[in-house]
């Protein structure tokens, strides 16, 4: 085999109370890549559809990914990346990890898969870097295993695949504004309140304890972020209204995906978050910022064959 297409899924990070170490992954939005194996030693990034990106492997973060990959093997071959961009840089669903992982789950399969996930999430990790300006998995773990991933570790990298309900669906509203990992990092406080700490951490308990044991009204309770939303959901016009309407539609809860402006909502059953889809489209109707709405099973396989 020469040549994979493949699906490299959007995921949601943070989770409210998990920021920087949880994240899921979403089934109904991702982008699409092309991998294939070449004469020309090096990496190259031949065809870019979709948004306006760096061709240079080294300026471009599924090149980087790849980059890092490939000072890893020796062969005496090359590989071409050709990427169709779905999801939006700056929307907040993993746009970045969805670059980093698709060029090296890619090129792993066309070599006979000598890395494993965990392997290849390392490799990812220094594509994620170029967008976000630092090293972290909340994104690409959760594309790479699919489903919701904890990621227990940077260094060394480990990575824990957590259970999650049958029936939990996604709501993503992506106002189309942009918002910069690196700059909305940025306005994040250097020290928290132990008070604020000790509310985070038993938030984030409750929901891993809700997605184990199927808990719908546990999970409800944990999705409250105290930390880290107060101050980014000042960048997202109208979080509140959009949360608010969320939650009287029948959403276990909402929150900002990654560092925004997109907003998730978790809902039980496919009912449900429809019905959350309906209440904040017509928050957002009223606004005159163009926006998307998706509705999705939380995607258990993440990152795909497709071709």
């Known amino acids: 085999m020469n040549e994979i297409r493949i699906f490299s899924p959007a ?3 943070n989770v409210s109370c998990g920021f920087d170490v949880m ?4 089934d109904s939005v991702g982008d699409e890549m092309v991998i294939r194996k070449v ?17 240079e492997a080294e300026k471009n973060v599924s090149g980087v990914s790849a980059l890092a990959m490939y000072d890893a093997i020796d062969v005496d071959f090359g590989f071409e990346i050709e990427i169709y961009k779905k999801i939006k840089p700056g929307s907040g669903i993993g746009s970045s990890a ?4 698709g060029s090296v789950f890619g090129m ?3 070599l ?9 999430t390392e490799f990812a990790i220094k594509g994620e870097a170029l967008a976000s300006k630092c090293e972290h998995a909340d994104n690409l773990a959760p594309a790479m295993f699919g489903g919701f991933a904890l990621v227990k570790s940077v260094s060394p990298l480990v990575i824990l695949e957590i259970p999650s309900p049958e029936d939990l669906y996604a709501t993503i509203i992506h106002p189309q504004i942009e918002i910069k990992t690196a700059e909305s990092r940025a306005l994040l406080p250097k020290e928290v309140a132990l008070q604020d700490a000790t509310t985070q951490w038993a938030n984030f308990g ?6 184990h044991t199927g808990d719908f009204e546990v999970i409800k309770n944990a999705l409250h972020d105290v930390i880290v939303e107060p101050h980014r959901s000042k960048l997202i016009p109208y979080f509140n209204e959009v949360t608010k309407a969320a939650i009287n539609a029948g959403a276990l809860g909402s929150g900002i995906s990654g560092s925004g402006p997109s907003i998730f909502s978790l809902s039980k059953g496919i009912e449900n978050a429809i019905n959350v889809k309906d209440a904040i489209e017509k928050v957002y109707a009223k606004t005159g910022i163009d926006f998307d709405i998706h509705v999705s099973k939380i995607n258990s396989k993440g990152i795909k064959i497709i071709n």
């Open 108 to 110: 792993n399969e066309l």
């Open 206 to 211: 409750s929901l891993i304890h809700g997605l």
């Open 11 to 13: 995921t949601v990070a």
């Open 112 to 120: 006979g898969r000598p890395f494993n996930k965990t392997q290849l």
């Open 39 to 55: 004469e020309r030693k090096g990496i190259h990034i031949t065809r870019i559809e979709g948004f306006d990106l760096p061709y």
């Open 23 to 26: 994240g899921f992954c979403l």
């Open 98 to 101: 969805a670059s980093a992982v």
